[in-house]
């Protein structure tokens, strides 16, 4: 597949490479955030999880270059208490081998790393954080959005809201486009049911059913199926008005079936951000016209889209052809950072015990650049970054408090676009 070909390029710079980014300290008596001693802190290892091989290869790119991205603005500004960011980068893999993540997990805190950025998928992170949070390593996930992540320990974050505010987003759309007799095809793992459970409530709140996959039916698939056949004749059988997926790479195989038994998917079908990625060399030209997905997340704008394609291009060679989660990627960075830097340390329960209030939970002077954040973290004001993702201040579970989910269409060359955002907050 075009995308997994494309995520594996970056093999080479997000697998196997440990990169250190000019890594260097100071003994000057500039220390930022109040740190006033003649030594510069530890250098801010930050190591990244995220998916070049497997189901979620597509989601790849985008990640690893706004985590790029922002470590390169932050040395550019003069690092975090006196350091160059250092960088060194792992492969999640995807939750059918769970070995490829614990494998990665391992091989961070070997490399001292006081913050990952990932998981990708929901059910990885929960594979890896008890790891994680007994080394005292700092976790934010750019796109977990399983429901039972909220709350889970005080080392886990995300800029991803939990499914809550996604679930019910699909499902309004689900209803406001005359739909009330659903079929969903969801993966058995905490992505899939959790998700799944978030849309089957907002359908059914609003008068609506569902007819296949529901909670509690022992309907869901396994990651990594490829034969659909069966699932696809159970599902129809119920005859559905609509029919919402909830996969990964498996919606290629879901759409053949679907295709061979003649449904038609235009307004009648809908992706999630799993799966809400270019088809176009996947299908005959047409098969997805009218299908709708969303994605959580606010669009990245043209100059922050720009310079992480820019970035993934100075690195591996070409722009970027999707942005999902960069913005969450490159925001989780700046408030590890900006965390470090009010705390006056680089651990992981340093950038914890801070990352709230960086993020505007306490009020503070609005910033949008590092730059401008340290400053005012250095003039002694509580700050609230408002970053590319647009997420309201993390809350008690650190959550974002409030989020977009994009809502994307797809044309007759089975690409989408965005049209439109619907913010919601987390409950």
């Known amino acids: ?38 030594a510069a802190a530890d250098p801010l290892k930050v190591g990244t999880l995220l998916p070049v091989t497997g189901t979620l290869a597509f989601l790849g790119p985008p990640e690893i270059a706004g985590v790029g991205l922002a470590v390169d603005e932050i040395n550019e500004a003069g690092g975090v208490l006196g350091s160059d960011v250092e960088l060194a980068q792992a492969d999640s893999g995807d939750s059918t081998d769970m070995t490829v993540s614990s494998q990665s997990a391992t ?25 994680l949070n007994e080394a005292g390593v700092m976790q934010i996930s750019p796109a977990n959005t399983a429901t039972d992540l909220s709350g889970v320990n005080p080392l886990f974050s995300r800029t991803a809201p939990p499914d809550t505010v996604q679930g019910s987003a699909l499902g309004s759309l689900v209803l406001d486009d005359g739909h009330t007799n659903v079929a969903i095809l969801a993966q058995n793992e905490s992505y899939g049911t959790g998700l799944r459970d978030n849309v089957q409530k907002a359908i059914e709140a609003g008068g609506g059913s569902v007819v296949y996959g529901a909670t509690g039916a022992g309907e869901e698939f396994q990651p990594g199926e490829s034969n659909f056949s069966a699932i696809v004749t159970s599902a129809l059988a119920q005859k559905p008005d609509a029919i919402v997926v909830v996969a990964f790479e498996e919606t290629v195989a879901i759409v053949n079936e679907l295709v061979a038994q003649g449904w038609d998917f235009d307004g009648t079908t809908y992706f999630c951000d799993g799966n809400t990625a270019s088809y176009a060399d996947q299908f005959d030209a047409g098969t997805l016209e009218g299908v709708v997905g969303t994605i959580p997340g606010a669009q990245a704008e043209g100059e922050f889209r720009e310079a992480v394609s820019g970035w993934w291009e100075e690195n591996e060679g070409e722009p970027l052809s999707d942005f999902s989660y960069a913005a969450e990627s490159y925001d989780a960075v700046m408030l590890a950072a900006l965390a470090a830097v009010r705390g006056g340390a680089t651990d992981g329960q340093t950038i914890s015990d801070n990352i709230q209030a960086v993020s505007g939970s306490e009020g503070g002077t609005e910033c949008t650049t590092y730059a401008d954040c340290v400053e ?10 408002t970053g590319k993702s647009g997420i309201g201040p993390l809350n008690a579970d650190n959550d974002p408090s409030s989020a ?17 955002a619907i913010e919601g907050t987390v409950g």
């Open 107 to 131: 091989d961070l805190i070997s490399q001292d790393v006081s913050v990952v950025i990932g998981a990708a998928s929901s059910s990885v992170s929960q594979n890896v954080q008890p790891t």
């Open 404 to 420: 977009f989910i994009g809502v994307y269409s797809y044309a007759a060359d089975n690409t989408n676009s965005w049209t439109r």
């Open 1 to 38: 597949m075009i995308r997994r070909t494309t995520a594996a390029r970056g093999l080479a710079l997000a697998a196997i490479l440990s990169l250190g980014l000019a890594a260097c300290s100071s003994t000057t008596e500039e220390g930022t955030g109040g740190a006033s001693s003649s």
């Open 376 to 385: 005012a973290l250095e003039s002694g004001d509580e700050i609230q970054y």
